[in-house]
């Protein structure tokens, strides 16, 4: 299949479990977890908004493209870093939220809550969620299409289709640093190879190597150093972009 065949294979399933609920209410008893865990689970240590989703492209002969199975939220964009999104969601994607915190981190904050991408507007995302309803944001028993805020979103993981390629934008890139995994991480290690900047392998790990490339960028162009690569940092490595 191709990527366009494989989002749509994957969105008429989610729309076609629309209205699907656990039962009895309030038990996560529901078809999803059955077919996750290979047997009837029920309880709360069972929420299933992720197994929805895994489900989804384990119907769709799409569980390489899942990747690691799992039914946490923050466990799956833990196991994804290097297809994260943080902007520019399009139909397919993964969002996971964060209801509570009020600052958010894209690679750190806790993902409470996950649903697969239907549109978006410039404040807004809809999405077709496992495990939630009107009166809850998430373990709300039912498969439904909901309208979320996009300050309520972590990030997106881009599980179809390639990534967008990284280009300089002051307000849209991510801030990278130590510990950082991603397709980003490899864009500004040969960006700072390229320049005089050794960090060696462009193997999208941000190491010791990578910050000192980047310290060392940041000391000679009289920027804050921190070794963290940010708006101002960006702006001197990709300053003819």
Same mark, same amino acid.
């Given at each position: 299949?191709?990527?366009?065949?494989?989002?749509?294979?994957?969105?008429? =399933?989610?729309?076609?479990?629309? #209205?699907t609920k656990e039962e009895p209410p309030n038990s996560n008893n529901v078809c999803f977890n059955t077919r996750y865990y290979g047997r009837e689970?029920? #309880?709360?240590?069972?929420?299933?908004?992720?197994? !929805?989703?895994?489900? =989804?492209f384990d119907e769709a002969g799409l569980s390489k493209e !899942?990747? &690691?199975e799992t039914a946490s939220c923050t466990t799956f964009r833990d196991s994804n870093k290097d297809k994260i999104i943080t902007k520019g969601f399009k139909r397919g994607d993964i969002i996971l939220y964060n209801f509570n915190s009020k600052s958010i981190d894209p690679f750190t904050s806790t993902c409470y809550h996950c649903g697969i991408c239907v549109s978006t507007t410039s404040t807004t995302i809809t999405t077709i969620e496992g495990n939630t309803s009107v009166e809850s944001n998430d373990n709300g028993g039912s498969v439904m299409k909901r309208i979320r805020m996009r300050d309520w979103v972590v990030c997106g993981v881009r599980l179809i289709g390639e990534m967008n390629?990284?280009?300089y934008q002051s307000a849209t890139l991510p801030i990278l640093k130590n510990g950082h995994t991603m397709q980003a991480v490899k864009a500004l290690q040969g960006a700072l190879n390229a320049i005089g900047y050794e960090c060696g392998d462009c193997d999208g790990i941000y190491g010791t190597k990578t910050e000192a490339a980047?310290?060392? =960028?940041?000391? %000679?162009?009289? /920027?804050?150093? %921190? #070794?963290?690569?940010?708006? %101002?940092?960006?702006? &001197? /490595?990709?300053k003819d972009c």
């Open positions: 299949m191709t990527d366009k065949e494989k989002t749509a294979k994957v969105m008429e =399933l989610a729309f076609s479990y629309v #209205g689970v029920s #309880g709360s240590n069972y929420p299933w908004c992720m197994a !929805f989703l895994w489900s =989804l !899942f990747g &690691k390629p990284v280009k980047v310290r060392k =960028l940041q000391g %000679d162009t009289g /920027i804050y150093v %921190d #070794g963290e690569c940010g708006k %101002d940092t960006y702006g &001197k /490595i990709f």
